[in-house]
């Protein structure tokens, strides 16, 4: 299932940037050839007008392929390709994914705002529509071995002579630690659909190995929703919170990376974003949203940065033309971006061998 939602994020993530540059493309009065989803060899397509649309094998990204973008036809012929038309519509065309990306994210979080945002409250504080979740699941404890994942929610909790329903952390605590070889039943859900039976044991928790316990970390959760305006409010606020962050951690792992002390261990390739979606979708439909925010916000920043096969580093060539007066040889600029796309690929290869080494 976690497969099939990153799938599903990906494609959306990949079609929302791709429509970006083909969407100006079309506006700027560029001759759109292909707008592809994933990369050859090409698994399916149709032909509309002067574009093809295909599906390609490697679901890894898309592209839109422009009339005299890669410099190998006769661009100065055609007034409809790329090289024909102005810097500015150029450089439009070459923002315009990332453009997407930000915005698409913004759209998201307004959702989210909209529907309601999950958080943790204290008990003191919770309302009736407060719910307990399973925050964490320790390792080896009868917890892990029932199978309780988190994101669940606990409808009821019983040990057979008592029975708690909508219980709180310490009320769902206190009944563990007096149900010492005491089967419990959980029932798990809005309507406590799902039973689980857990027994609490010594020796779970570090902290204090003598306390009968199941292993859950728990935590009250209510969700706060948002008039429209205030949604919006919110929505901006998240969404340059967000690109601030990522700018800076990017720049970090960079300026490390130069010195080789780059800690890789808070860096996700494919295989740790599949697991990192499924976690998201444990939590509900609003996690699962906002974490494909913040990777398509992730993306815009990643592909503004001035590095070869990039929209950045392509934005650099649009911007070194502009300074020089003349156009960058076709040839030497297609052979810097061939190499940057191949490096690109080995550091998402070695990212993910880092992912499957951490699992």
């Known amino acids: 299932m976690a497969v099939l939602l990153f799938l599903l994020v990906l494609f959306l993530l990949i079609l929302v940037h791709e429509w970006g540059h083909f969407i100006v493309a079309k506006k700027t009065g560029m001759q759109v050839d292909e707008f592809g989803i994933g990369f050859p060899p090409k698994l399916w397509g149709i032909k509309k007008g002067e574009t093809e649309y295909t599906f390609n094998l490697l679901p890894i990204g898309g592209f839109v392929r422009i009339l005299g973008e890669d410099g190998s036809e006769e661009s100065e012929v055609n007034p409809r390709s790329f090289t024909a038309k102005s810097k500015w519509a150029q450089a439009a065309v070459l923002i315009a994914g990332v453009s997407m990306n930000i915005i698409f994210a913004w759209f998201l979080f307004v959702l989210v705002f909209l529907i309601g945002v999950p958080s943790t409250v204290d008990e003191a504080e919770a309302g009736e529509g407060a719910a307990l979740v399973i925050s964490e699941v320790l390792n080896d404890s009868p917890a892990k071995n029932a199978g309780l994942t988190a994101g669940s929610v606990i409808y009821s909790v019983s040990n057979g002579e008592e029975t708690l329903v909508n219980p709180t952390p310490s009320t769902f605590t206190a009944l563990v630690e007096e149900s010492v070889e005491k089967t419990l039943t959980v029932r798990l859900g809005s309507d406590g659909e799902q039973i689980v ?138 052979r810097v971006n061939t190499i940057g796309f191949a490096f690109l690929i080995l550091l998402m290869i070695a990212i993910s061998v880092n992912d499957v080494a951490r699992m």
Do not use: C
Not at 200 to 214: I, K, Q
Not at 228 to 237: W, Y
Not at 280 to 304: K, P, Y
């Open 197 to 334: 039976e857990l027994t609490p044991e010594a020796g779970v928790l570090e902290s204090a190995p003598e306390r009968p316990a199941v292993g859950l970390a728990l935590a009250l959760v209510a969700t706060k929703q948002y008039s429209f305006l205030a949604a919006v409010k919110e929505a901006n606020i998240s969404t340059y919170t967000t690109l601030v962050a990522i700018t800076v951690g990017v720049t970090n792992l960079i300026a490390s990376s130069l010195t080789l002390s780059a800690d890789l261990s808070q860096v996700a390739g494919p295989i740790g974003i599949v697991g990192l979606v499924g976690d998201a979708a444990a939590f509900g439909l609003t996690s699962l949203m906002t974490f494909t925010a913040i990777i398509s916000l992730n993306l815009a920043v990643i592909n503004l940065l001035p590095f070869p096969a990039l929209d950045g580093g392509r934005l650099l060539f649009v911007a070194a033309e502009t300074v020089l007066r003349r156009p960058i040889n076709p040839v030497w600029m297609a």
